[in-house]
């Protein structure tokens, strides 16, 4: 018997159970375990039908991603898939939890599929780079039709229990446990009442309209969703013929960079958790106030409140407060529609929520988070009075995004319970949460700080003090270049396109009319002061916010703008850039749209290094995290750092020593770079050493 599977019997049942934690992913220790089962009950004369099931939390998460890249061992997924299909004996798969990708694709290959309730079905290959590659292209068609095949695959969305039912994936939906529930379902084959068919066996209709349709609707897009039509249209030729196209088509996938980057993003989302004080005692979090009724407080108790956690929001402007308490209610109300919360959970945060003017209503507060304007001196203010009315103990967060929290915790007798939690807006949506360990923070206070972020779904990312700290560091050298290119040649529409075609949802200028063009100024004005001499400035941003035009909101900007929908550049503002460079005797020059990404993202990864150099950031994987849950970066290109894996170092190092000779300030080649490219070393080698701290 292995390690990863056990065999069991029910009189005349044979039963294998995957016993793989943490999700039975089917790499191959479990794929050979299993196929070996099978082949131990098909050889038993007296076993009559054998009943998979799996023990854990889940019946199986599909393939194992770590897997992903490396040259596939024997026995390979569709092996073990066909011998459950073309097994004489009446093969059964009973799923709990979810089956998702090749878990899936195991049971679709099984005689008759049963659902425990609760369980999550689904293909979510495409989220990964791939299409499913061990039938599920095949095999789903020939049990929904081509239409839902197309849907469910091409989406890669999680199927509820009621659905698989309704779409023909499973043929019963029991009460658990799912042993039982494959046994009682093996013993109605038996009896006739239930009727078990191998899937290959089934023919499914070409479906030209649907094929189409989504080919429309995909188009333009990632390479995966479309890849996969053309397998699933393959399920209309005999079953021989369509499984070896889908896996040429899979194995095409396997090899691209959006399948590396994607599933980067995955084990990104999950690697951030992965602290030097994981394991230091947590404080328990059950109160939480928070301090600044604004659009960041507002959002910061929303999120609170829909972890199920009551809130004391303290708006000291005592007229603020109704309009506070509105906000919050108003996404409270949101997050029903969206499925967030049922009507009685909602009642609950409801409740939960109370708004006061007074601040000494944090007495007894779990955790406070300050989250009022960005002003050193009011901090410092606040941070002393919680200090003075916080019970010993609460944790004081603060929502900075760019001030220096040791300065903040030195302003209280508790240094060593302060601590940073820079939410991004709307705070109860995005899902990234930089926590800024500060240099006398405790362990645990940390520790605490990942748990609660956990808590209300959010991705914590661990940074150390500096101005910006991980996001807003790079997004300043982001924009700062972006601005640049415009004065050295190209269109704001231009650097907006190429961005947007590199797979940001809004190029920098877009996203500056959306957020306001004065509010950028004002941060400008407050810094102008410490702007190195040496830095090259852009006054073009400066000079069009003072003809008053402030993005969306005046209907111009970098843009124009009617009701709300941009309708083409602002002729004025190209005007400005044209006078600018005239004045600064610049020579326009033509940048491709590759020249442009390379740029900034040549940017973007030297600042990141420097970040990792100082050891602001623990890892490469860290920062891409920052990036793909805070700054919209393409969950398909993985991050920064992995971008200049891909890229090579040397290749990143040439670019910067070019560019460097036009602005040797702004350009310079971090020395970890140099290191790491003089031992040959990748950003996903530091990964995989682990936590340097
Ligand atoms: N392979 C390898 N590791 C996996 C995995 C998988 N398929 N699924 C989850 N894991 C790992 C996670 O990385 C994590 O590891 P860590 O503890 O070291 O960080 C651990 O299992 C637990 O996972 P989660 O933290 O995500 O736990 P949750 O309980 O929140 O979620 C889950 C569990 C719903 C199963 C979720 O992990 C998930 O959705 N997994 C991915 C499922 C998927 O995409 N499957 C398709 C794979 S592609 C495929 O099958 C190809 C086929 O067509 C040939």
Redesign the pocket.
């Known amino acids: 018997m292995s390690d990863f599977v056990r065999i069991e019997r029910d009189g005349d049942i044979g039963l294998i159970c995957l016993t793989k934690p943490?999700?039975n992913?089917?790499?191959v220790a479990l794929r050979s375990a299993t196929y070996d089962a099978v082949q131990t009950l098909l050889a038993d004369d007296s076993v009559t039908a054998i009943v998979l099931y799996g023990e854990g939390?889940?019946f199986s998460?599909?393939?194992?991603?770590?897997d992903f890249g490396r040259a596939s061992e024997t026995p390979t997924?569709p092996d073990l898939l066909k011998a459950l299909n073309d097994s004489p004996k009446p093969t059964v798969a009973a799923m709990h939890g979810?089956a998702?990708?090749?878990?899936l694709?195991l049971a679709l290959s099984c005689h008759l599929r049963v659902g425990i309730h609760g369980l999550q079905v689904g293909?979510?290959?495409v989220?990964?780079g791939?299409?499913?590659?061990?039938g599920?292209s095949q095999r789903l068609p020939r049990l929904t039709g081509m239409a839902s095949a197309i849907e469910v695959i091409c989406s890669g969305r999680n199927i509820a229990d009621d659905e698989a039912l309704r779409l023909g994936i499973i043929a019963r939906l029991a009460d658990g446990p799912a042993r039982e529930a494959g046994i009682s379902a093996a013993r109605d084959i038996a009896a006739g009442a239930l009727s078990a068919t191998p899937t290959d066996g089934l023919n499914v209709a070409h479906d030209e309209q649907a094929l189409a349709a989504a080919r429309q609707k995909y188009s333009g897009k990632l390479n995966a969703p479309l890849k996969a039509i053309d397998a699933i249209e393959a399920a209309a030729l005999p079953i021989d013929e369509g499984l070896p196209i889908e896996r040429a088509l899979?194995m095409e996938l396997m090899e691209s960079d959006e399948r590396a980057g994607l599933v980067h993003s995955?084990?990104a989302e999950?690697?951030t958790?992965?602290i030097p004080e994981a394991k230091a005692e947590k404080r328990a979090i059950e109160r939480i106030g928070v301090v600044g009724g604004g659009t960041m407080g507002v959002g910061i108790a929303t999120a609170a409140l829909l972890a199920g956690l009551p809130v004391t929001l303290i708006e000291t402007a005592e007229m603020r407060i109704d309009a506070a308490r509105a906000n919050v209610e108003k996404n409270l109300a949101g997050a029903v529609k969206r499925g967030k919360l049922t009507k009685a959970t909602h009642s609950v945060a409801v409740a939960n929520l109370t708004a006061s003017a007074d601040i000494g209503a944090l007495a007894k507060a779990d955790l406070v988070i300050e989250a009022i304007f960005e002003d050193m001196e009011a901090k410092a203010g606040l941070f002393s009075d919680l200090d003075r009315i916080c019970r010993p103990g609460a944790i004081l967060a603060t929502n900075t995004s760019y001030l220096d929290v040791d300065a903040i915790a030195a302003t209280t007798a508790r240094p060593a319970d302060v601590i940073g939690m820079h939410f991004f807006s709307p705070a109860h949506i995005m899902r990234l949460l930089e926590v800024v360990v500060a240099s006398k923070t405790a362990p645990e206070v940390t520790a605490t700080a990942f748990d609660f972020a956990r808590k209300l779904r959010k991705i914590p990312v661990r940074a150390g003090v500096c101005d910006g700290f991980i996001g807003n560091r790079i997004l300043t050298r982001y924009r700062k270049q972006c601005e640049y290119l415009v004065l050295d040649g190209a269109g704001f529409d231009q650097v907006d396109r190429a961005l947007e075609t590199f797979g940001f949802a809004m190029g920098p200028f877009a996203v500056g009319d959306l957020a306001g063009l004065d509010i950028a100024k004002a941060t400008r004005d407050r810094k102008a002061a410490t702007r190195p001499p040496e830095e090259r400035y852009s006054r073009v941003a400066d000079l069009i916010c003072d003809q008053g035009w402030h993005g969306r909101k005046t209907n111009i900007g970098y843009y124009l703008y009617e009701g709300g929908k941009k309708t083409g550049p602002n002729p004025g503002a190209e005007d400005i850039v044209a006078a600018e460079r005239k004045a600064l005797g610049i020579t326009p020059k033509d940048f491709t749209d590759e020249d442009v990404v390379a740029r900034v993202l040549t940017a973007m990864i030297q600042e990141a290094a420097m970040i990792l150099e100082e050891g602001i950031a623990l890892r490469p994987v860290d920062i891409d995290a920052v990036q793909l849950f805070g700054y919209g970066f393409p969950r398909h290109r993985g991050g920064p750092m992995h971008m200049a894996d891909q890229i090579g170092l040397s290749e990143v190092i040439a670019r910067i020593e070019t560019y460097a000779a036009e602005d040797a300030y702004f350009w310079s080649v971090p020395p970890l770079l140099r290191q790491m490219q003089s031992a040959g070393q990748s950003f996903a080698a530091l990964n995989d050493k682990g936590i340097s701290t």
């Open positions: 943490p999700v992913a089917l790499g939390r889940f998460a599909g393939a194992d991603i770590k997924l979810v998702f990708g090749g878990a694709e293909l979510p290959e989220k990964l791939l299409l499913p590659g061990a599920g899979f995955f084990f999950r690697a958790a992965k």
